[in-house]
């Protein structure tokens, strides 16, 4: 057996080149053996940040000499210079600064490249935000649906929370600290009474979890600091009384009596009263034009 041949038997990749590994999400013991055999016996390591990468490979005794960068701007030439490499036969293993790539972090151009150019391509399994949380959330029995980070625009915000409101199966996403807060606010106003967990520095010393109603969780007055994973429990829906169009257009008053953008308020109100999107922005343009009266 030919030394390449060898290497492929030991570190258990077959004829793959590029090879998907997941890194620790808080605590360094959390990677796996593969991992690290893996990382040791690639040709090149492509990492979202050399320098976060750079210690997990000083703390196993990898040679950080392999490194390269390719995070979520990576050029045209960044994508065909690591093709290159595999198509010469080189094994590249890709890494985040945590969790699994591809999921909600970058890599998803480079296999798309790999494969298009018949390159094989494998994951290891491994450490995940989305799996821990879920796992225990205590919310999660069966199929759940995972949807990545919330957007950061506020009428984004706000569309993707109202289909978050019409997804009846458990969901997971990520979400900033600092945007926490205005979010929960917003899911309260879609999905007061749907179960809810915040996981908070999973894996970490000052790991948190936060169980209740969306509602009531809106409400805690803190400050949001470190990793955030949001699951929110299944959901059947608004089982109030249907908001009437009174309620609707105080509501919508309200909110344009703040400042806040039609479309945003449309949004809004659309998630709250369980009304589509279409018509509570057509009762927004009304008000506007009853007001300019």
């Known amino acids: 057996m030919c030394a390449e041949s060898r290497r492929e038997v030991d570190l258990g990749i077959g004829a ?19 991992a690290v055999e893996v990382l040791r016996g690639a040709d090149r390591i ?14 196993l005794g990898i040679d ?14 960044d994508l065909e210079r690591a093709l290159r490499w595999l198509l010469a036969g080189d094994v590249l293993a890709v890494v985040t600064d945590a969790g699994t790539p591809c999921v909600s972090d970058p890599g998803h151009a480079l296999v798309c490249r790999a494969v298009d150019a ?34 950061r625009g506020q009428t984004e915000r706000m569309d993707f929370i109202e289909k978050l409101s019409c997804m009846a199966e458990p969901c997971v996403c990520f979400e900033s600290p600092n945007r926490l807060a205005e979010t929960l606010r917003a899911m309260a106003d879609a999905m007061p ?5 915040i996981a908070r520095e999973l894996t970490k010393l000052h790991e948190e979890v936060i169980r ?5 969780v809106a409400l805690l007055e803190r ?19 249907a908001v009437s169009d009174t309620q609707v257009d105080a509501r919508i008053d309200d909110e344009l009596g703040r400042g806040v953008h039609t479309r945003t308020v449309a949004a809004k109100v659309a998630a709250w009263s369980g009304r589509s999107r ?8 009304e008000r506007l034009e009853m007001g300019r009266r």
Request: proline share 5%.
């Open 278 to 285: 279409r018509d509570v922005y057509a009762r927004v343009v």
């Open 193 to 197: 009474e749907r179960p809810i967990v």
């Open 16 to 34: 793959a080149r590029l090879i998907l590994v997941p890194t620790p999400i808080g605590n360094l013991g959390d990677i796996t053996l593969r």
């Open 223 to 241: 400050e949001w600091v470190g990793e955030v994973t949001v699951v929110l429990g299944p959901w059947a829906g608004r089982i109030e009384e």
């Open 46 to 59: 492509l990492a979202e940040d050399t320098r976060r990468t750079g210690v997990l490979l000083s703390h």
């Open 64 to 77: 950080r000499s392999k490194l390269h960068r390719l995070d979520a701007n990576a050029t045209e030439r």
């Open 212 to 216: 209740g109603v969306v509602r009531d």
């Open 118 to 151: 018949g390159v094989q391509v494998t994951a290891l399994p491994g450490a995940s935000a989305v799996t821990a949380a879920v796992a225990l959330s205590g919310l999660v029995q069966g199929g759940f649906s995972f949807v990545g980070f919330v957007p």
